[in-house]
T-cell receptor, first 112, second 114 residues
Framework: DSGVTQTPKHLITATGQRVTLRCSPR?????VYWYQQSLDQGLQFLIQ???????AKGNILERFSAQQFPDLHSELNLSSLELGDSALYFC???????????FGDGTRLSIL | QQQVKQSPQSLIVQKGGISIINCAYE??????FPWYQQFPGKGPALLIA?????SEKKEGRFTISFNKSAKQFSLHIMDSQPGDSATYFC?????????????FGKGTKLSVIP
């Protein structure tokens, strides 16, 4: 158990809908990263927050957004969902910026 | 543009054998190279990591070899066991003004047969 908690584990929804994925980092970790895992693209970095502030953006679509709250949990919001958004979404956390990242077990998003 | 190339895609090793997975990177600014192990239905779990100031790091049966001039690094699993059957990912990140986000290889599916 990595100590990173992601909810829900599975999410099934339809095209055009909006969903929110939640991540609780390990106790004491200030940095949260979001990654997308798909068969064709592999594991890709989406966005990072550090102590409540956005730190970096990767290959994140404009339809996607995220935030980190004062209690350090983070949410990834995906809107106007398309079939191609079906993937595993992972959250990782680390104590600081240059520290090992520990992953949660992900949220499997299926778009019908 | 794939910044971290991993090979092979799949690997079958007999129990007790040595599993070797290779990665090559392009960006010389990368300064942290972790390996992750992923079982079906689970998230990637950090296995072992190395920084470019050393050429080798060993933790139990797992060893990373790092060749800075060739921009290559590899994972060796000694005395491979059926429980090691999983997908392995190499990754790289850079610090400084960056975010330390991980750039992953495509993964290697390892099967250890009894």
């Amino acid at each position: 158990d990595s100590g990173v908690t992601q909810t829900p584990k599975h999410l099934i929804t339809a095209t055009g809908q909006r969903v929110t994925l939640r991540c609780s980092p390990r106790s004491g970790d200030l940095s949260v990263y979001w990654y997308q895992q798909s068969l064709d693209q592999g594991l890709q970095f989406l966005i990072q927050y550090y102590n409540g502030e956005e730190r970096a953006k990767g290959n994140i679509l404009e339809r996607f957004s995220a935030q980190q709250f004062p209690d350090l949990h983070s949410e990834l919001n995906l809107s106007s969902l398309e079939l191609g958004d079906s993937a595993l979404y992972f959250c990782a956390s680390s104590v600081g910026l240059n520290q090992p990242q520990h992953f949660g077990d992900g949220t499997r998003l299926s778009i019908l | 543009q794939q910044q971290v190339k991993q090979s092979p895609q799949s690997l079958i090793v007999q129990k007790g054998g040595i599993s070797i997975i290779n990665c090559a990177y392009e960006n010389t600014a990368f300064d942290y190279f972790p390996w992750y192990q992923q079982f079906p239905g689970k998230g990637p779990a950090l296995l072992i990591a190395i920084r470019p100031d050393v050429s080798e790091k060993k933790e139990g049966r797992f060893t990373i070899s790092f060749n800075k001039s060739a921009k290559q690094f590899s994972l060796h699993i000694m005395d491979s066991q059926p429980g090691d059957s999983a997908t392995y990912f190499c990754a790289a990140s850079m610090g400084g003004a960056g975010s330390y986000q991980l750039t992953f290889g495509k993964g290697t599916k390892l099967s250890v047969i009894p």
